[in-house]
């Protein structure tokens, strides 16, 4: 028993340590964004600001035109949260429980795309979208957020441990197949659905990359994009850039942290599900 205590103990303490390696970086960042002008480049550089102040939050949101920006992002993660959940539940349910011609092949084919990086598809999804007119549009950005192969695998790992007698009980009763999807269905998706949001949003707040090709317009671009400009020009003001930082980091903090216990669900139950 005393040697279980010990291992406990110690395991505890590496966990603390990962964690504070973990968390400093972050508290430094917040730290520094309150700092005066040229505080944080001292050395030894400060853990804590001599007198806060707000003027970097100020300037960005004002003469950074980081609030435009801001917004932009936040409507664009909520709409591809709203639309790559929905489409990935659809199509998770549909391979888990309905049954088609060829819906295994489909499936195998999908789990065999997920070996393909993404950036190889950006070329050709880009002279699709330009060929539609969709370039410098929301509308191109939130393309790739429709649906995703690991959003669809998930909800159908998930859904197959939804048993089927209950589905066809709801059918004998002659129920619809969407009334049984968003009555009985849906409830018992709650989990999974989370942890999608969380994905979701995550993957659009936190692009750089597909917004950089498809925004040229200054004005749509999104807070990553806006932010990587804003460096160029003021690359030596460390804490203007831990300022634009924190704007970046807190949303999808807080939502993370209000969607733990269903992301981590979702997680855990979607990989055993068989």
Same mark, same amino acid.
């Given at each position: 028993?005393?040697?279980?205590?010990?291992?406990?103990?110690?395991?505890?303490?590496?966990?603390?340590?990962?964690?504070?390696?973990?968390?400093?970086?972050?508290?430094?960042?917040?730290?520094?964004?309150?700092?005066?002008?040229?505080?944080?480049?001292?050395?030894?550089?400060?853990?804590?600001?001599?007198?806060?102040?707000?003027?970097?939050?100020?300037?960005?949101?004002?003469?950074?035109?980081?609030?435009?920006?801001?917004?932009?992002?936040?409507?664009?993660?909520?709409?591809?949260?709203?639309?790559?959940?929905?489409?990935?539940?659809?199509?998770?349910?549909?391979?888990?429980?309905?049954?088609?011609?060829?819906?295994?092949?489909?499936?195998?084919?999908?789990?065999?795309?997920?070996?393909?990086?993404?950036?190889?598809?950006?070329?050709?999804?880009?002279?699709?979208?330009?060929?539609?007119?969709?370039?410098?549009?929301?509308?191109?950005?939130?393309?790739?957020?429709?649906?995703?192969?690991?959003?669809?695998?998930?909800?159908?790992?998930?859904?197959?441990?939804?048993?089927?007698?209950?589905?066809?009980?709801?059918?004998?009763?002659?129920?619809?197949?969407?009334?049984?999807?968003?009555?009985?269905?849906?409830?018992?998706?709650?989990?999974?659905?989370?942890?999608?949001?969380?994905?979701?949003?995550?993957?659009?707040?936190?692009?750089?990359?597909?917004?950089?090709?498809?925004?040229?317009?200054?004005?749509?671009?999104?807070?990553?994009?806006? %932010?990587?400009?804003?460096?160029?020009?003021?690359?030596?003001?460390?804490?203007?850039?831990?300022?634009?930082?924190?704007?970046?980091?807190?949303?999808?903090?807080?939502?993370?942290?209000?969607?733990?216990?269903?992301?981590?669900?979702?997680?855990? %139950?979607?990989?055993?599900?068989?």
């Amino acid at each position: 028993m005393k040697g279980q205590g010990l291992k406990a103990i110690a395991l505890h303490m590496a966990l603390g340590l990962v964690t504070l390696l973990t968390v400093a970086p972050l508290v430094w960042m917040v730290s520094a964004s309150l700092m005066r002008s040229g505080e944080a480049s001292s050395y030894p550089p400060p853990w804590w600001p001599s007198a806060p102040t707000l003027d970097h939050y100020r300037a960005l949101l004002t003469q950074g035109g980081l609030g435009r920006q801001f917004f932009n992002s936040l409507g664009l993660a909520i709409a591809a949260t709203l639309l790559s959940t929905t489409f990935n539940t659809l199509a998770g349910y549909a391979f888990a429980k309905l049954r088609f011609k060829g819906r295994d092949a489909i499936f195998a084919a999908l789990i065999g795309a997920l070996v393909i990086p993404g950036q190889v598809a950006m070329l050709p999804l880009f002279l699709m979208l330009k060929g539609m007119g969709l370039v410098n549009s929301y509308v191109g950005v939130l393309v790739p957020s429709l649906a995703g192969i690991f959003g669809i695998f998930l909800v159908r790992q998930y859904a197959r441990g939804i048993p089927d007698e209950l589905i066809e009980a709801a059918r004998i009763d002659g129920a619809g197949e969407f009334r049984i999807f968003f009555s009985i269905v849906l409830p018992l998706l709650k989990p999974v659905l989370a942890t999608l949001a969380v994905f979701a949003f995550l993957g659009s707040w936190n692009d750089f990359m597909w917004p950089l090709i498809v925004l040229t317009d200054g004005e749509l671009h999104t807070l990553p994009v806006a %932010l990587a400009s804003l460096s160029r020009e003021h690359v030596q003001d460390s804490e203007l850039m831990m300022a634009g930082a924190v704007i970046t980091v807190l949303p999808v903090l807080g939502l993370f942290l209000m969607l733990q216990r269903y992301y981590l669900q979702g997680l855990t %139950l979607g990989g055993v599900k068989q």
